[in-house]
């Protein structure tokens, strides 16, 4: 069977997908892991359905920014062996660092207009 050819996202990446890709900068996780990060990480203000993590997830595998992966540890049940564990490719911390400045640039602009700093908005 060939190989799927590769997707190409649009740029920037969404929201969803940079806090999924954030996730996995920590090391690989599977799914399950990868929403509950990025709950905790965004305080509850980020939840990831299941449709949207694992379309997402499907997504960044085929562009080349994700793979599978073994998990770091023997699993302890069975359904932990039926987890799927993704990490990040060197393409993907490529994009990732990407996403990051282009994120730092607009914050930086944002602390630069006066009214935004107020504390009364």
């Given at each position: 069977?060939?190989?799927?050819?590769?997707?190409?996202?649009?740029?920037?990446?969404?929201?969803?997908?940079?806090?999924?890709?954030?996730?996995?900068?920590?090391?690989a996780r599977h799914g399950?892991?990868?929403?509950?990060?990025?709950?905790?990480?965004?305080?509850?203000?980020?939840?990831?359905?299941?449709?949207?993590?694992?379309?997402?997830?499907?997504?960044?595998?085929?562009?080349?920014?994700?793979?599978?992966?073994?998990?770091?540890?023997?699993?302890?049940?069975?359904?932990?062996?039926?987890?799927?564990?993704?990490?990040?490719?060197?393409?993907?911390?490529?994009?990732?660092?990407?996403?990051?400045?282009?994120?730092?640039?607009?914050?930086?602009?944002?602390?630069?207009?006066?009214?935004?700093?107020?504390?009364?908005?």
């Open positions: 069977m060939a190989p799927r050819p590769r997707t190409e996202l649009r740029h920037p990446l969404s929201l969803s997908v940079i806090h999924i890709l954030l996730a996995l900068a920590d090391g399950y892991a990868i929403k509950q990060e990025v709950e905790d990480r965004s305080g509850g203000e980020v939840r990831l359905g299941p449709g949207t993590l694992y379309e997402a997830v499907q997504r960044l595998e085929d562009a080349g920014y994700i793979e599978e992966t073994d998990a770091d540890e023997d699993p302890a049940n069975a359904q932990e062996a039926q987890r799927r564990y993704y990490k990040l490719t060197s393409v993907g911390w490529s994009v990732l660092r990407t996403e990051m400045r282009h994120l730092a640039r607009i914050v930086d602009h944002a602390r630069s207009i006066p009214r935004l700093r107020r504390a009364d908005l």
